[in-house]
């Protein structure tokens, strides 16, 4: 079936600098060639012989636009000097007061250069979220003596395939933009660009008998499409416009030219078989495999890569990308991702297919697949060139005995941590099994480790535990957790405290240590719980009881509001502050969820309605906490979904999208049949008030009329309720309001001082 349009239509979206890269791989500065008479683009420039990207000479521009973001009033202070010839990731960090120089192998390695001087030299702190720079003296210290770091692993790779989803669909460039500045002050190199994906297969499947109106149908809307990319749904939230593809599109080829003007690796999804339903109909030579049910969906259909036709809609498909987002050396894929089948495939076979179609495409680029459950499988690693493959170990700190060079053949893998699901709000992590690992694992004489990897589901909620897991692959030597945790107090917010150091223990010794053997997250909040006088946790696959001693954040919190007064004005401390006493509101939901239970059960109206209303109580005090702060607002997420629609009924089909990934999460049977329902809960205010208090709220009414009534409590369908508020358009603020530090205030008043 002929296009609906031509490349060329895709490619007006484009800023001009990056047209020049996408053309035949041409060097920066050169022409783009002319397109052909009705506005195709010759085929000598879609399908150049080799695409592996020309190396560039090392520009510290875009590396000085990014310290100009980052420190405004500071920038002009350093000297930013390329280096090539210093060796792989590595950089040196001199000067005098007020005159740092920082030498650097690329763009980003500069960056790490002047993360490592804030961190080590000017105790300040550019976290994600909050940063302490407004305490940095006007004139910046100087470096006592020249330091020279290089990175212990060649591999620093960071993003979840699900981030995208559940970090924020419809962010800005900036938004993103802000996101690879933080990466790289904190040493990462490899970045996954999911954003704008669903276009090179949209735009190749046209000539493989689908029309565009099909394709808009089957490809799902941009808060679900990380699923759609590991082949477990499709469909929903959309249809999609191609308007918002073509922007998307454009959005995800500045993320990728941004990263590579800065030496980073764009990380960019590869092919590996997914196909809309009919694909053998109208492709003779063409088998697939029905992949069957993920969590309630109908996963799309699996092209053999055996069969005749892989190999053409993986060359169309790798050309459609390389027109929008131009080339790279590294390929997300996973093929067969959580259950998916095999039915007649040779999966050893099948893998070297996928891995010939990668090459044929883009010669020597490697392949990063995700270390999840059993994958990947004996069979792939069999299938493979395994010098080329990275494997991306989502389990590193969760299980126990785990031995990778057994498991995985030698194949190199990055240690990795996903201790966020869904973009809960809850802190914590398993530092210090990250720390003993990452040393043991590296010295080990068979090491096959070859980097790390930071795949958390959300990023932006846990900033201790982003800077303490990129800060291993730079440190020397092994890192001494209790250490770590009083200089990270220190620089967090400025200068040394007591209160806050203090506040740093508390917290390193409750969630930051929690171990290895079934977790790799904390407990969520029972206030974003589904409501039952049982309920052991919000999220089903998340822990169902507390990882650590309560009384830890009880106390962090009391130490933090004794603070210095001088030091309260950064975002990292006010930040810090409504988090832990968020914290410490939800830990208490633990304590108070059984007390009503007991009262019930033991027919006791009156404490029933006084324990029924100081929850209430709790909820309101906590929707008023996370409300002062910008990073807990469901507002702003709102706000981004509607602002990418062009009319009502897509600004409409957005907020669905946006807000049912926080609820429901997809339909009925995904809901209840695949347990998804709140595995997104995070206390943001709005979604606090408006889900899950009138949700708690319906539940206790029936409660107390059966109570009154000596019957049961008549039942509610949750996933109606739940709908019908992703259903809603209602609007909430997006911008902050309150006194963060008064609230906190309220809050610690108002807990035992245990916890």
């Known amino acids: 079936m002929p296009r609906t349009r031509r490349l060329s239509a895709s490619l007006a979206v484009l800023p001009a600098a990056l047209l020049t890269l996408v053309c035949a791989g041409a060097a920066p500065g050169a022409a783009a060639p002319a397109a052909e008479p009705g506005g195709a683009v010759p085929d000598a420039v879609r399908a150049p012989a080799r695409v592996t990207p020309k190396p560039r000479a090392l520009d510290a521009g875009p590396a000085r636009a990014a310290l100009q973001r980052l420190l405004p009033r500071h920038a002009a202070q350093f000297a930013l000097v390329p280096d090539p010839a210093a060796g792989a990731d590595t950089f040196t960090v001199s000067g005098v007061a007020g005159a740092i120089t920082v030498r650097g192998s690329t763009g980003a390695t500069l960056l790490t250069g002047v993360g490592w001087y804030l961190q080590h030299v000017a105790g300040a702190d550019i976290g994600w979220p909050g940063d302490s720079i407004t305490m940095l003296p006007a004139v910046l210290p100087r470096v006592p003596e020249p330091v020279t770091r290089s990175a212990l692993v060649p591999h620093r790779y960071a993003l979840n395939d699900t981030d995208d989803g559940y970090s924020g669909p419809y962010r800005s460039f900036e938004e993103h933009q802000r996101q690879i500045d933080l990466l790289a002050l904190h040493g990462i190199n490899e970045v996954f660009v999911q954003v704008g994906a669903e276009y090179p297969y949209y735009r190749a499947l046209q000539d493989f008998g689908y029309s565009a109106e099909e394709l808009r149908e089957w490809i799902p809307g941009a808060g679900h499409q990380s699923w759609w990319l590991l082949q477990n749904l499709s469909g929903f939230g959309g249809p999609v416009t191609e308007r918002l593809m073509r922007e998307r599109a454009e959005l995800g080829g500045r993320i990728a030219e941004q990263l590579r003007g800065l030496g980073m690796t764009p990380v960019l999804p590869g092919y590996f078989g997914t196909v809309p339903p009919g694909f053998t109909a109208r492709n003779p030579g063409g088998a697939t495999v029905a992949q069957g049910d993920w969590a309630g969906f109908d996963r799309p259909d699996w092209l053999d890569p055996n069969s005749a036709?892989?190999?053409k809609l993986a060359a169309a498909y790798y050309r459609e990308q390389r027109a929008v987002f131009g080339d790279s050396t590294m390929y997300r894929m996973s093929p067969l991702h959580e259950g998916g089948q095999t039915g007649p495939v040779d999966v050893k076979s099948a893998a070297g297919a996928v891995q010939s179609a990668l090459e044929a495409a883009h010669p020597g680029a490697l392949w990063a697949v995700l270390g999840w459950q059993d994958d990947p499988t004996?069979?792939?690693?069999?299938?493979?060139?395994?010098?080329?493959?990275?494997?991306?170990?989502?389990?590193?700190?969760?299980?126990?005995?785990?031995?990778?060079?057994?498991?995985?053949?030698?194949?190199?893998?990055?240690?990795?941590?996903?201790?966020?699901?869904?973009?809960?709000?809850?802190?914590?992590a398993n530092t210090s099994v990250w720390i003993d690992r990452f040393g043991s694992w590296r010295s080990k004489a068979d090491s096959a480790l070859a980097g790390i990897a930071?795949?958390?589901?959300?990023?932006?909620?846990?900033?201790?535990?982003?800077?303490?897991?990129t800060d291993l692959a730079w440190e020397p030597g092994p890192v001494d957790q209790r250490k770590w945790f009083a200089q990270f107090a220190q620089r967090r917010y400025g200068r040394a405290d007591p209160a806050s150091a203090a506040a740093w223990e508390e917290l390193r010794k409750g969630p930051y240590s929690t171990s290895s053997g079934l977790w790799s997250e904390s407990q969520d909040s029972l206030f974003t719980a589904r409501p039952d006088l049982a309920a052991v946790g919000a999220a089903y696959w998340s822990?169902?009881?507390?990882?650590?001693?309560?009384?830890?954040?009880?106390?962090?919190?009391?130490?933090?509001?004794?603070?210095?007064?001088?030091?309260?004005?950064?975002?990292?401390?006010?930040?810090?502050?409504?988090?832990?006493?968020?914290?410490?509101?939800?830990?208490?939901?633990?304590?108070?969820?059984?007390?009503?239970?007991?009262?019930?059960?033991?027919?006791?109206?009156?404490?029933?309605?006084?324990?029924?209303?100081?929850?209430?109580?709790?909820?309101?005090?906590?929707?008023?906490?996370?409300?002062?702060?910008?990073?807990?607002?469901?507002?702003?997420?709102?706000?981004?979904?509607?602002?990418?629609?062009?009319?009502?009924?897509?600004q409409d089909r957005h907020e669905y999208d946006a807000r049912s990934i926080l609820s429901v999460w997809g339909r009925r049977s995904t809901s209840e049949g695949g347990f998804l329902h709140d595995y997104a809960n995070r206390e943001w205010s709005g979604l606090i008030s408006e889900l899950y208090a009138r949700r708690w709220a319906s539940y206790f009414a029936s409660l107390e009329e059966a109570l009154v009534r000596r019957a049961a409590p008549r039942p509610i369908d949750w996933h109606a309720f739940e709908e019908e508020w992703a259903r809603r358009t209602t609007r909430h603020p997006d911008r902050p309001e309150g006194d963060p530090y008064a609230l906190a205030e309220q809050v610690a008043a108002s807990l035992p001082a245990t916890g």
């Open 378 to 428: 004996k069979e792939l690693l069999a299938g493979v060139d395994t010098s080329r493959l990275l494997i991306l170990d989502g389990l590193s700190d969760r299980y126990n005995r785990l031995d990778r060079e057994a498991r995985w053949g030698g194949t190199p893998y990055a240690m990795g941590t996903i201790y966020n699901f869904g973009g809960h709000t809850t802190i914590g």
């Open 454 to 469: 930071y795949l958390p589901e959300a990023t932006g909620t846990n900033p201790a535990a982003f800077d303490l897991f």
């Open 309 to 311: 036709a892989f190999g």
């Open 543 to 650: 822990p169902k009881s507390m990882r650590y001693q309560a009384g830890s954040v009880r106390r962090a919190l009391g130490h933090l509001l004794k603070v210095d007064p001088a030091l309260h004005g950064s975002s990292a401390y006010r930040f810090d502050l409504v988090d832990t006493a968020r914290q410490a509101l939800a830990n208490h939901s633990r304590v108070l969820l059984p007390k009503i239970k007991a009262a019930y059960e033991a027919k006791d109206l009156p404490r029933f309605r006084e324990l029924t209303a100081e929850w209430a109580s709790r909820e309101r005090q906590l929707d008023a906490l996370v409300g002062s702060d910008p990073n807990f607002l469901l507002g702003g997420w709102l706000t981004a979904a509607r602002s990418r629609g062009a009319d009502a009924a897509e």
